[in-house]
Nanobody, 124 residues
Framework: QVQLVESGGGLVQAGGSLRLSCAASGRTITSAAMGWFRQAPGKEREFVAA????????YYSHSVKGRLTISRDNAKNTVYLQMNSLKPEDTAVYYCAARLTLRVATTPGEYDYWGQGTQVTVSL
């Protein structure tokens, strides 16, 4: 079992930055692919970013590429999402997810464990 806890969300003005953290417990995530997803009210959960087990492979949705950066610190069992140049359309609940394989994935159904989410609100 893997428990994931997100933190770092909040209210920020457009153009601002936030750094989300996802702390894992229960077992090491060293060999797990990790992802960030988001869900806005009335919309389906959508892929944001993913990172392979070694941290060398990173993948982003078209809408966030160049503004958001995913990274991981396996020694701390933690994954991060640095969010810069935020836009109002980035407003959503952000979820961290773990996939107990080496390969990353971009669909929610391919992930095994999920956190409870952290709210990000970007105002004009």
């Amino acid at each position: 079992q893997v428990q994931l806890v997100e933190s770092g969300g909040g209210l920020v003005q457009a153009g601002g930055s936030l750094r989300l953290s996802c702390a894992a417990s229960g077992r090491t995530i060293t060999s797990a692919a990790m992802g960030w997803f988001r869900q806005a009210p009335g919309k389906e959960r959508e892929f944001v970013a993913a990172i392979g087990w070694g941290g060398l492979g990173t993948y982003y949705s078209h809408s966030v590429k160049g503004r958001l950066t995913i990274s991981r610190d396996n020694a701390k069992n933690t994954v991060y999402l640095q969010m810069n140049s935020l836009k109002p359309e980035d407003t959503a609940v952000y979820y961290c997810a773990a996939r107990l394989t080496l390969r990353v994935a971009t669909t929610p159904g391919e992930y095994d464990y999920w956190g409870q989410g952290t709210q990000v609100t970007v105002s004009l």
